[in-house]
């Protein structure tokens, strides 16, 4: 039984924040996300426990100073990549350094300077076919530091003496001394297996429960709410056949409502989680900023021209998988020559690394059984939609944005498809349910006064206060 029916009416909002730190941050520390963090979930630590683990299946370990939520993995999702202190996306070798940065400081002592660390990784580089570190390069350099920030950010590191930008400036002029919490190093690097034994990353997913011969409700119902608390917006056709039924049962919704203390949405199609405390959600939606208010002004925009019943647009059924298209990429830069081949055999005798079986079913048939379809708005009319915003609102446009439409666009379109709301297709976007919650967007422009002789920051990064209809300043999770 969930405690959050034990708990006191005045207690359980406290309990509630709590539950949403640990489903938003799987790693806590003293420092991570911020410092009240940590007491908050120790407070709490034993009613988390057994909740996450009836609830959805996660273990939670506890400690003086780091609390780690070890969850189920039932899919790969893309849309939730490491970022820098800036706010840049890591590339494919920031990640690479991360990783060998966590192992140097595993092995490392109590404190190490940045130029060791780096000469540790670029060592370790030498192992790597096409990887290497050179502190003569900037740009390894700055890839280098985001990797340690990364770090920093969440409390592994803590920087004792020196600076890492004048390190990145000049290397033998400058330099950074840091203190290693060796305790958030240990609870960073996890795995639930040893990565040397997989061909492939599906060996990093839990087993489908829908694949057995017979399903334990139990579990059918914990991957229900698994992707209620993981995704924007949960549409039927995302779960397997045997799973609906789960989503769709008023008491699983509930619970994960009492749990968290958010208010599920549902309509046909699917169930979401409207997170107005912002303590859940990575990207509040709608939100301040070029990106958040372009991006709610274009899917009004969107969602006008698929209610024009004067010209119909096309569907077109959508049968693709990103997550296991992500699955294939990451597959592919799988270094055979890494993998422990003794054990990696024994692949075959485990259901949860075997490949899935082929299915000679015609794609014809699994679109029209299987594949919802979705109005088709071609890429032409978003462009020129997007430079139709860009002609009126563009002044009020961060700086940064005015004068690359393009780049808006793409960044754009990027928001709407991580909520959810579209999906991109060679030829255009896929309009999905979720977008109509955002129709009758209205703009209101605010004029700068005579008297106002200078704008804010703030300012510049907001071109317009735009507000929908339904709901009004809710944050989508």
């Given at each position: 039984m969930a405690h959050g029916r034990t708990i006191g009416a005045l207690a359980l909002d406290n309990y509630q924040r709590a539950a949403r730190v640990v489903l938003a941050n799987h790693l806590i520390t003293r420092t991570f996300p911020d410092r009240i963090a940590l007491p908050l979930v120790r407070r709490w630590a034993t009613e988390l426990r057994e909740d996450l683990a009836e609830l959805f299946g996660y273990r939670l370990e506890v400690t003086e100073t780091t609390a780690r939520v070890f969850p189920v993995l039932d899919r790969l999702d893309g849309g939730k990549p490491a970022r820098t202190p800036a706010d840049r996306v890591f590339d494919r070798r920031r990640y690479a350094y991360l990783a060998l940065v966590l192992s140097a400081l595993g092995r490392a002592g109590e404190q190490t300077t940045l130029s060791e660390l780096a000469d540790q990784v670029a060592a370790d580089t030498a192992r790597v076919d096409g990887l290497d570190l050179s502190t003569d390069r900037a740009a390894d350099r700055d890839a280098f530091v985001d990797a340690v920030g990364w770090l920093a950010h969440r409390g592994a590191l803590t920087l004792a003496d020196g600076d890492a930008g004048g390190w990145v400036s000049d290397p033998e002029a400058g330099e950074a001394l840091?203190?290693?919490?060796?305790?958030?190093?240990?609870?960073?690097?996890?795995?639930?297996?040893?990565?040397?034994?997989?061909?492939?990353?599906?060996?990093?997913?839990?087993?489908?429960?829908?694949?057995?011969?017979?399903?334990?409700?139990?579990?059918?119902?914990?991957?229900?709410?698994?992707?209620?608390?993981?995704r924007p917006v949960v549409y039927l056709t995302d779960l397997s056949p045997e799973q609906r039924p789960a989503l769709g049962r008023d008491r699983v919704v509930a619970e994960v409502e009492l749990f968290t203390g958010l208010r599920a949405e549902r309509r046909a199609e699917g169930v979401a989680l409207i997170d107005t405390s912002g303590r859940l959600s990575d990207v509040r939606f709608p939100g301040t900023g070029t990106l958040a208010q372009v991006a709610?002004?274009?899917?009004?925009?969107?969602?006008?021209?698929?209610?024009?019943?004067?010209?119909?647009?096309?569907?077109?059924?959508?049968?693709?998988d990103p997550a296991q298209a992500l699955i294939d990429q990451l597959d592919a830069a799988i270094p055979e020559a890494t993998v422990f081949a003794p054990l990696a055999e024994l692949r075959a005798a485990d259901p949860a690394l075997a490949e899935p079986d082929s299915d000679d079913e015609p794609i014809e048939t699994r679109q029209a059984s299987e594949a919802p379809s979705f109005p088709l708005v071609d890429a032409a009319w978003v462009h020129e939609t997007m430079r139709a915003l860009h002609d009126r609102y563009g002044t009020t446009f961060a700086a940064q944005w005015q004068a690359d439409v393009t780049g808006l666009t793409t960044e754009v379109l990027g928001l709407l498809e991580r909520l959810r709301m579209v999906r991109a297709v060679d030829d255009g976007v896929l309009v999905l349910p979720a977008l109509a919650r955002y129709r009758?967007?209205?703009?209101?422009?605010?004029?700068?006064?005579?008297?106002?002789?200078?704008?804010?920051?703030?300012?510049t990064d907001r071109p317009?206060?735009?507000?929908?209809?339904?709901?009004a300043g809710e944050g989508n999770r």
């Open positions: 840091y203190d290693i919490d060796r305790q958030v190093v240990f609870a960073l690097f996890r795995p639930p297996r040893a990565l040397q034994h997989l061909h492939s990353v599906r060996g990093l997913l839990t087993e489908d429960p829908a694949a057995t011969a017979h399903p334990a409700a139990a579990d059918l119902e914990r991957a229900a709410r698994r992707a209620l608390v993981e709610l002004l274009l899917a009004g925009e969107i969602a006008d021209r698929v209610l024009d019943i004067d010209h119909p647009l096309p569907h077109r059924f959508d049968d693709a009758g967007a209205v703009v209101t422009v605010r004029a700068k006064r005579a008297a106002e002789l200078f704008v804010t920051a703030a300012d317009e206060d735009t507000a929908p209809t339904s709901p």
